[in-house]
Protein backbone atom coordinates (compact mmCIF):
# COMPACT_ATOMS: atom_id res chain seq x y z
CA UNK A 1 0.00 0.00 0.00
CA UNK A 2 1.39 3.42 -0.56
CA UNK A 3 -0.47 4.94 2.11
CA UNK A 4 -1.14 8.70 1.47
CA UNK A 5 0.40 10.22 -1.52
CA UNK A 6 0.42 14.00 -2.73
CA UNK A 7 0.85 15.75 -6.18
CA UNK A 8 3.12 17.77 -6.46
CA UNK A 9 5.80 18.22 -4.52
CA UNK A 10 7.06 21.37 -5.06
CA UNK A 11 5.57 24.03 -7.18
CA UNK A 12 6.23 27.65 -7.05
CA UNK A 13 3.24 29.92 -8.33
CA UNK A 14 2.94 33.95 -9.40
CA UNK A 15 0.61 35.59 -7.33
CA UNK A 16 -2.62 35.40 -8.70
CA UNK A 17 -1.82 32.16 -10.34
CA UNK A 18 -4.35 29.51 -9.25
CA UNK A 19 -3.45 25.71 -8.90
CA UNK A 20 -4.68 22.33 -7.26
CA UNK A 21 -3.02 19.97 -4.56
CA UNK A 22 -4.20 16.23 -5.33
CA UNK A 23 -4.39 13.95 -2.08
CA UNK A 24 -4.88 10.45 -2.83
CA UNK A 25 -5.01 7.48 -0.25
CA UNK A 26 -5.33 3.49 -0.50
CA UNK A 27 -7.01 2.61 3.12
CA UNK A 28 -9.89 3.25 1.92
CA UNK A 29 -10.49 5.80 5.12
CA UNK A 30 -13.61 7.86 5.23
CA UNK A 31 -12.03 10.83 6.75
CA UNK A 32 -9.70 13.18 4.68
CA UNK A 33 -7.67 16.66 5.80
CA UNK A 34 -5.99 19.79 4.52
CA UNK A 35 -3.38 21.32 6.90
CA UNK A 36 -0.41 24.01 6.41
CA UNK A 37 2.41 24.14 7.87
CA UNK A 38 4.37 27.74 8.65
CA UNK A 39 7.17 27.98 11.15
CA UNK A 40 6.75 28.28 14.65
CA UNK A 41 2.76 27.96 13.87
CA UNK A 42 2.28 23.92 13.99
CA UNK A 43 -0.08 22.51 11.69
CA UNK A 44 -2.93 24.12 10.74
CA UNK A 45 -6.27 22.43 9.89
CA UNK A 46 -7.71 24.25 6.25
CA UNK A 47 -10.22 21.85 5.62
CA UNK A 48 -11.89 17.86 5.94
CA UNK A 49 -14.28 16.17 4.66
CA UNK A 50 -16.20 13.01 6.53
CA UNK A 51 -17.14 11.26 3.47
CA UNK A 52 -17.15 11.42 -0.24
CA UNK A 53 -18.71 14.00 -1.47
CA UNK A 54 -18.63 16.14 2.05
CA UNK A 55 -16.67 19.04 2.92
CA UNK A 56 -15.94 21.13 5.86
CA UNK A 57 -14.08 23.94 7.05
CA UNK A 58 -11.41 24.22 9.71
CA UNK A 59 -9.40 26.71 11.24
CA UNK A 60 -7.81 28.68 8.23
CA UNK A 61 -10.15 28.11 5.20
CA UNK A 62 -10.21 31.36 3.39
CA UNK A 63 -8.42 31.27 -0.11
CA UNK A 64 -8.79 27.73 -0.11
CA UNK A 65 -11.61 25.65 -2.12
CA UNK A 66 -11.68 21.70 -1.49
CA UNK A 67 -13.37 18.83 -3.09
CA UNK A 68 -14.19 15.05 -2.66
CA UNK A 69 -15.62 13.21 -5.38
CA UNK A 70 -14.51 10.33 -5.14
CA UNK A 71 -13.94 8.30 -1.54
CA UNK A 72 -9.61 7.82 -2.21
CA UNK A 73 -9.15 11.62 -3.62
CA UNK A 74 -8.99 15.08 -1.89
CA UNK A 75 -8.41 18.16 -3.63
CA UNK A 76 -6.96 21.39 -2.27
CA UNK A 77 -7.35 24.59 -4.83
CA UNK A 78 -6.23 27.84 -4.92
CA UNK A 79 -8.47 30.06 -7.10
CA UNK A 80 -5.93 32.88 -6.67
CA UNK A 81 -2.77 32.39 -4.92
CA UNK A 82 -0.86 35.05 -2.54
CA UNK A 83 2.18 35.32 -0.95
CA UNK A 84 0.81 34.27 2.73
CA UNK A 85 -0.35 31.07 1.42
CA UNK A 86 3.51 30.19 0.99
CA UNK A 87 3.65 26.82 3.72
CA UNK A 88 4.21 23.12 3.46
CA UNK A 89 1.13 21.47 2.96
CA UNK A 90 -0.10 18.10 4.28
CA UNK A 91 -2.53 15.88 3.44
CA UNK A 92 -3.87 12.96 5.96
CA UNK A 93 -6.50 10.61 6.51
CA UNK A 94 -8.22 8.61 8.71
CA UNK A 95 -10.50 5.68 9.27
CA UNK A 96 -13.56 7.05 10.61
CA UNK A 97 -14.33 3.95 12.61
CA UNK A 98 -12.74 2.31 15.43
CA UNK A 99 -11.11 -0.43 13.79
CA UNK A 100 -8.20 -2.91 14.59
CA UNK A 101 -7.41 -1.31 17.58
CA UNK A 102 -7.08 2.09 16.47
CA UNK A 103 -8.97 5.02 17.28
CA UNK A 104 -10.86 6.68 14.63
CA UNK A 105 -9.15 10.14 14.35
CA UNK A 106 -5.77 8.20 14.25
CA UNK A 107 -3.81 10.05 11.24
CA UNK A 108 -2.09 9.46 8.57
CA UNK A 109 -0.08 11.70 6.40
CA UNK A 110 1.08 12.06 3.39
CA UNK A 111 5.30 13.54 2.63
CA UNK A 112 3.66 17.40 1.84
CA UNK A 113 3.63 20.05 -1.24
CA UNK A 114 6.12 22.87 -0.34
CA UNK A 115 4.20 25.85 -2.34
CA UNK A 116 6.22 28.90 -2.85
CA UNK A 117 4.04 31.84 -4.14
CA UNK A 118 6.30 35.07 -5.09
CA UNK B 1 -6.42 28.45 18.05
CA UNK B 2 -4.52 25.98 19.25
CA UNK B 3 -5.00 23.29 21.61
CA UNK B 4 -2.44 21.80 22.67
CA UNK B 5 0.90 23.49 23.55
CA UNK B 6 4.25 21.28 24.18
CA UNK B 7 6.87 22.72 26.27
CA UNK B 8 9.77 22.80 25.96
CA UNK B 9 9.83 24.26 22.31
CA UNK B 10 13.62 22.84 21.96
CA UNK B 11 15.79 19.87 23.80
CA UNK B 12 18.96 19.23 23.07
CA UNK B 13 20.63 16.19 24.79
CA UNK B 14 22.82 13.28 24.24
CA UNK B 15 22.55 9.97 22.74
CA UNK B 16 21.49 7.56 25.93
CA UNK B 17 19.25 10.08 27.86
CA UNK B 18 16.11 10.34 28.46
CA UNK B 19 14.23 13.22 26.64
CA UNK B 20 10.77 14.21 28.54
CA UNK B 21 7.99 16.91 26.30
CA UNK B 22 5.09 18.10 27.82
CA UNK B 23 1.61 18.92 26.55
CA UNK B 24 -1.19 20.89 28.06
CA UNK B 25 -4.73 21.76 26.44
CA UNK B 26 -7.86 23.33 27.05
CA UNK B 27 -11.07 21.53 26.88
CA UNK B 28 -11.75 18.12 28.01
CA UNK B 29 -10.61 15.37 25.33
CA UNK B 30 -11.50 11.40 24.00
CA UNK B 31 -8.00 10.93 23.48
CA UNK B 32 -4.44 12.33 23.03
CA UNK B 33 -1.61 11.76 20.55
CA UNK B 34 1.70 12.21 20.10
CA UNK B 35 2.78 12.35 16.32
CA UNK B 36 6.84 12.83 15.39
CA UNK B 37 7.89 14.37 12.11
CA UNK B 38 11.39 13.70 10.71
CA UNK B 39 12.72 16.71 8.83
CA UNK B 40 10.58 17.30 5.92
CA UNK B 41 8.98 14.91 5.92
CA UNK B 42 5.22 14.18 6.51
CA UNK B 43 3.77 13.19 10.43
CA UNK B 44 3.63 9.48 11.85
CA UNK B 45 1.26 8.58 14.63
CA UNK B 46 3.52 7.49 17.88
CA UNK B 47 1.12 6.84 20.55
CA UNK B 48 -2.54 7.44 21.42
CA UNK B 49 -3.88 7.34 24.94
CA UNK B 50 -7.26 7.84 26.07
CA UNK B 51 -8.90 9.54 28.15
CA UNK B 52 -9.51 6.94 30.68
CA UNK B 53 -6.20 5.58 30.65
CA UNK B 54 -3.29 7.67 32.83
CA UNK B 55 -0.01 5.64 31.75
CA UNK B 56 0.84 4.19 28.11
CA UNK B 57 3.76 2.48 26.89
CA UNK B 58 5.38 1.35 23.27
CA UNK B 59 8.70 0.34 23.25
CA UNK B 60 10.74 3.38 24.38
CA UNK B 61 8.02 5.45 24.77
CA UNK B 62 5.73 5.88 28.02
CA UNK B 63 2.64 8.64 27.88
CA UNK B 64 0.57 9.87 30.62
CA UNK B 65 -2.07 11.39 30.83
CA UNK B 66 -3.64 13.51 33.26
CA UNK B 67 -6.98 14.88 33.01
CA UNK B 68 -7.72 17.14 36.10
CA UNK B 69 -4.92 19.13 35.33
CA UNK B 70 -5.32 18.72 31.23
CA UNK B 71 -1.48 17.67 30.51
CA UNK B 72 0.03 14.64 29.07
CA UNK B 73 3.79 13.71 28.98
CA UNK B 74 5.84 11.79 26.35
CA UNK B 75 9.17 10.21 27.85
CA UNK B 76 11.85 8.61 25.05
CA UNK B 77 14.01 6.39 27.28
CA UNK B 78 17.70 5.54 26.05
CA UNK B 79 17.22 8.60 23.16
CA UNK B 80 19.34 7.53 19.78
CA UNK B 81 20.41 9.70 17.09
CA UNK B 82 17.90 8.72 15.02
CA UNK B 83 14.82 10.14 17.35
CA UNK B 84 16.14 13.54 16.55
CA UNK B 85 12.51 15.28 14.72
CA UNK B 86 9.69 17.28 15.98
CA UNK B 87 6.87 16.00 18.78
CA UNK B 88 3.46 17.00 19.16
CA UNK B 89 1.22 16.13 20.67
CA UNK B 90 -2.61 16.19 19.29
CA UNK B 91 -6.31 16.17 21.22
CA UNK B 92 -9.67 15.93 19.92
CA UNK B 93 -11.68 17.84 22.36
CA UNK B 94 -12.92 20.02 19.73
CA UNK B 95 -14.82 17.48 17.75
CA UNK B 96 -14.60 13.80 17.27
CA UNK B 97 -13.39 14.12 13.77
CA UNK B 98 -11.04 16.60 13.61
CA UNK B 99 -7.48 16.83 15.52
CA UNK B 100 -6.01 20.02 17.01
CA UNK B 101 -2.12 20.15 17.16
CA UNK B 102 0.42 21.77 19.21
CA UNK B 103 3.12 23.75 17.67
CA UNK B 104 5.76 20.82 18.98
CA UNK B 105 8.86 20.34 20.47
CA UNK B 106 11.88 19.68 18.43
CA UNK B 107 14.19 17.27 19.83
CA UNK B 108 17.66 17.04 18.96
CA UNK B 109 19.88 14.45 19.91
CA UNK B 110 23.75 14.05 19.81
CA UNK B 111 25.83 11.21 19.25
Known amino acids: NAGVTQTPKFRVLKTGQSMTLLCAQD?????MYWYRQDPGMGLRLIHY???????AKGEVPDGYNVSRLKKQNFLLGLESAAPSQTSVYFC?????????????????FGPGTRLTVL | SQQGEEDPQALSIQEGENATMNCSYK?????LQWYRQNSGRGLVHLIL?????REKHSGRLRVTLDTSKKSSSLLITASRAADTASYFC???????????FGKGTMLLVSP
Open chain 1, 92 to 108: ASSSGSGTSGRAFNEQF
Open chain 1, 27 to 31: MNHEY
Open chain 1, 49 to 55: SVGEGTT
Open chain 2, 27 to 31: TSINN
Open chain 2, 49 to 53: IRSNE
Open chain 2, 90 to 100: ATDGEGYSTLT
